[in-house]
C-alpha cells in the first residue's frame, strides 16, 4: 500500500446521494468529527438539507442529525 501524507488535520469524509442511507451517514461521520462533503442531485432536497430540515420523516435521525450544527455548503 502507498501512504501519502497530508496536512489534513481532519479525515474527510465524500457522501453522493444524500437519502435515506447517505443522509445519516454524513451526519454520523460530521457528529464523530470527520470532515464531510455531501452530494445529491436533488436540489429540492439540497435545500431542505441547508435549511436545516430532514428531508423524509424519520424519528430516530434527529440522534444523529443536530439543524444547528455549523454545516457547510451542501
Do not use: H, M, N
Request: aromatic content about 14%.
Amino acid at each position: 500500500a502507498i501512504k501519502k501524507k497530508t496536512s489534513r488535520k481532519k479525515p474527510v469524509v465524500c457522501v453522493i446521494g444524500l437519502g435515506y442511507v447517505g443522509l445519516p451517514l454524513a451526519a454520523l461521520a460530521a457528529k464523530k468529527g470527520y470532515e464531510v462533503y455531501g452530494y445529491d442531485t436533488d436540489e429540492a432536497k439540497l435545500e431542505l438539507i441547508r435549511s436545516g430540515i430532514c428531508p423524509f420523516k424519520e424519528e430516530w435521525f434527529f440522534l444523529f442529525y443536530d439543524p444547528l450544527t455549523p454545516r457547510r455548503q451542501v
